[in-house]
């Protein structure tokens, strides 16, 4: 019974606690490492900031136009405070995976390997998910003024849609990109397009047939008392 | 640089007549139902008031498909006995498509070449689709020039309380209060100008942008200002021009004219921080009185046009305008149409907050100069609140009260440019 309860629990705990005591410094150093990684992308963070505050990288920029395109596209924050944490997170990350590989797993190596050939694809969707974002901030902005300006009641709407539209397109490159749902989302992209503008035309036909009607009515008949201002 | 006077048959013709003393330019674009009348009224002129004179007619078109052009080559004048002439005298004639991109500021870029080639002494440029021209106007805009040494004359005209609303309300009072020089009528369209003058504009590298459109008045009026050239204004009488207009679309006029005369504002800022006080500029011709056709105006569709705006870009506006003003905004989209009102100071306080935003890049351009169509049309809709029952002379006061304010909140806006 002893024999069998030495084999059965005892030594495969020894096993286990061996290898965790092997482990352990591992951990430690990988911890320590990932720590270091932290305080070292905080400071290079400040660091930077200061160095760019120091050389007026945001005046230089603004001379340059690039304020301007990151405002068109909705980001307020200046460049030099977005660069800045830019290098403090690659600090943060390159330390994270020095740390992973420390910990000497395998499992943890094959899946970082992946990851790193990975990383690319990552990069070119997170780009195009940016430029997007910017250009859907743009594009709606001149939709919703072009819709007020044109007198329509649903310009508010127009703008959003016309955002959503173009944010929506570069979700589905960006996922092109990563390989996620090859063609599914290229589908699912084409079916929820053309089902929203489908709606639209539904509701606008059924739903807003009289008004439609009054509004041609009008037009065709000149009813529309129109303005003879001369602007200029 | 595309020359036009490097075009063989321009340049053929430019060989021809050698020298010039007067030109004078009809820019044009699908205007066959009306620039005859304008050519005859040219011709007339020449032959009127400069017969010892050399004189050139350019017609610089657009590419009209409706025969502007030939228009202008048959048009002559059948009974000079009717404006009281026995001789005559048929001036030089050039009607040529102009280069550049579409618009009136590279057909008058057009003429100023082929002015300076003729080496022209006095230019004047007038609409194809004026129907009150007159012979006297060519007097009117070249004799300052021949006689008076001046460089630039500005019309000056009658005009119905609600025609110019955008040189009402805005170009003519910023350029006044800017620029220090009274002008009354800065984009008025028809000008007179020295050959000299002519050849200062072509010096300059404008022709691809906006001055390449709508923006050719203003950048003419303001340059010729800011560069201290002699400036006078000719009053003309009448301006009733024909109802096409190709400039339909207000938020693109808005666009144009605003977006020259704030990228002016960052050429010239060294010149118009330094002026202080305005002062008038001498009026040539003998002032009267016209009668001027009725305009239409629809007063619920500007106010709901306003309203719209307000609860949709506010979002936008909130980026370049005082939060007093943004409160008033609110206050006012809530009023009904009969206390509807914006007054002169938050309406100046506006447009030299818009003149901010654009030299401190707070938006796109674009966006940000089209966003204050609505805001415009209030202001009209105020304006013709305010004015419904007022004569010209009390409608002229009101500018007048206005002008004074963009004068005395400049410092406001010198604050802000920084």
Redesign the interface.
């Given at each position: 019974m002893s024999n069998f309860l030495q084999k059965v629990i005892i030594e495969p705990f020894d096993k286990f606690l061996d290898k965790v005591l092997h482990f352990l410094p591992n951990l430690l150093s990988a911890v320590l490492i990932l720590l270091s990684g932290i305080v070292l992308g905080v400071i290079l963070k400040a660091i930077f900031l200061r160095i760019f505050r120091a050389i007026r990288l945001d005046k230089f920029s603004?001379r340059y136009?690039v304020?301007?395109i990151l405002?068109?596209g909705g980001v307020k924050e200046p460049v030099s405070l977005i660069i800045s944490r830019l290098i403090g997170w690659i600090t943060i990350i390159s330390f994270l995976i020095i740390s992973l590989r420390s910990l000497n797993v395998p499992a943890i190596e094959r899946i970082l390997e992946r990851f790193i050939l990975y990383l690319p694809n990552v990069f070119v969707a997170a780009i195009i998910l940016f430029f997007g974002y910017l250009l859907s901030n743009?594009i709606g902005?001149?939709a919703?003024?072009?819709?007020?300006?044109a007198?329509?009641?649903i310009?508010?709407l127009i703008?959003r849609f016309a955002k959503l539209a173009v944010f929506l397109l570069s979700v589905t490159m960006a996922l092109e990109q990563l390989g996620i749902g090859r063609g599914t989302i290229v589908i699912a992209f084409a079916i929820i397009f053309g089902g929203i503008v489908f709606a639209l035309s539904l509701a606008f036909g059924l739903g807003g047939k009289d008004i439609a009607k009054d509004y041609l009515e009008k037009k065709m008949k000149d009813e529309?008392?129109?303005?003879?201002?001369?602007?200029? | 640089m595309n020359k036009i006077t490097l075009r063989k048959e321009i340049h053929d013709k430019i060989s021809d007549i050698k020298e010039a003393d007067i030109v004078v330019g009809i820019p044009s674009y699908n205007n066959a139902r009306t620039i005859s009348h304008v050519v005859r009224a040219v011709k007339a002129g020449f032959a009127k008031y400069f017969p010892d004179k050399k004189t050139v007619l350019i017609n610089s078109d657009g590419g009209s498909t409706d025969g502007t052009i030939e228009v202008v080559q048959n048009t002559t004048i059948e009974d000079f006995q009717s404006i009281l002439l026995y001789h005559r005298v048929e001036p030089f004639k050039i009607a040529t498509p102009y280069l550049g991109i579409p618009g009136k500021g590279s057909a008058f870029r057009t003429i100023f070449e082929i002015a300076s080639a003729l080496n022209a002494k006095a230019c004047a440029v007038v609409d194809s689709d004026l129907r009150s021209i007159t012979p006297e106007w060519i007097e009117l805009l070249i004799k300052p020039i021949i006689e008076g040494n001046f460089d630039y004359v500005a019309p000056l005209y009658h005009r119905h309380k609600?025609?110019?609303?955008?040189?009402n309300s805005i170009i003519y009072p910023i350029t006044r209060a800017l620029y220090g020089k009274r002008v009354r009528q800065p984009?008025g369209?028809d000008f007179g100008f020295s050959g000299k003058l002519a050849n200062f504009y072509l010096t300059k590298g404008v022709w691809e942008t906006d001055v390449a459109r709508?923006g050719i008045?203003i950048w003419m009026t303001t340059t010729a200002i800011a560069n201290n050239f002699r400036v006078c204004q000719s009053f003309l009488g009448a301006k009733i021009?024909d109802?096409k207009?190709p400039?339909a679309d207000?938020?693109e006029?808005?666009y144009q004219?605003l977006g020259s005369t704030f990228d002016l504002m960052e050429t010239y800022q060294d010149v118009w921080k330094k002026v202080t006080i305005s002062q008038p500029v001498l009026t040539c011709g003998f002032q009267y009185a016209v009668g001027l056709e009725p305009?239409?105006?629809?007063l619920d569709?500007?106010i709901?046009?306003f309203r719209?705006?307000v609860?949709?870009?506010m979002e936008?506006w909130k980026g370049l305008l005082s939060q007093e003003i943004i409160d008033f905004l609110h206050r006012v989209e809530e009023l009904p149409k009969e206390e509807f009102y914006i007054p002169d100071d938050i309406w100046v306080e506006i447009i030299y907050s818009f003149a901010t935003a654009a030299h401190k890049?707070?938006?796109?351009k674009?966006?940000l100069l089209?966003?204050i169509?609505?805001l415009y049309i209030g202001r009209?809709a105020s304006f013709v609140i305010e004015t419904w029952n007022s004569d010209a002379s009390e409608v002229e006061e009101k500018i007048e009260q206005l002008c004074k304010m963009f004068e005395d909140k400049k410092s406001f806006l010198i604050e802000n440019w920084g």
């Open positions: 603004e136009g304020v301007e405002q068109k743009f902005r001149a919703l003024i072009a819709a007020v300006n007198g329509m009641k310009s508010g703008g529309e008392k129109k303005d003879e201002i001369s602007h200029l | 609600y025609d110019g609303t955008i040189t984009i369209g709508y008045d021009h109802p207009d400039g207000l938020s006029m808005l004219v305009v239409l105006v629809n569709r500007m709901d046009k719209l705006g609860k949709e870009l936008i890049k707070i938006i796109n674009e966006h089209r966003s169509t609505p009209t």
